[in-house]
Nanobody, 124 residues
């Protein structure tokens, strides 16, 4: 198992930038595919981004492509989500997730460990 703790969420204005962090513990972080998901009020949780264990491969949902960047620091056991040009529709509870075995995925069920989430609210 992997324990995940997200941080960095807060209230921002549209157009602002924000970086979320997710600290992992409990297993060799450098072997784990990581992902970010989000859940907006009244909606189902959706995939945002995923990154391979080495950090060399990434995938994004179309709605954030070009605005968000997922990265990781395996020496710090941390994965990040840099969010630029934030929009009102980016408002959501953002979750960090770990896929203990397997390649990149945008499927929620493929990720076995989840953090508690960090709230991002974008205002106009």
């Amino acid at each position: 198992q992997v324990q995940l703790v997200e941080s960095g969420g807060r209230l921002v204005q549209a157009g602002d930038s924000l970086t979320l962090s997710c600290a992992a513990s409990g297993r060799t972080f450098s072997t784990i595919t990581m992902g970010w998901f989000r859940q907006a009020p009244g909606k189902e949780r959706e995939f945002v981004a995923t990154i391979s264990a080495s950090g060399g491969f990434k995938r994004y949902v179309d709605s954030v492509q070009g605005r968000f960047t997922i990265s990781r620091d395996n020496a710090k056991n941390t994965v990040y989500l840099q969010m630029n040009s934030l929009k009102l529709e980016d408002t959501a509870l953002y979750y960090c997730a770990a896929r203990l075995s397997g390649w990149l995925s945008d499927v929620e069920a493929d990720f076995g460990s989840w953090g508690q989430g960090t709230q991002v609210t974008v205002s106009s």
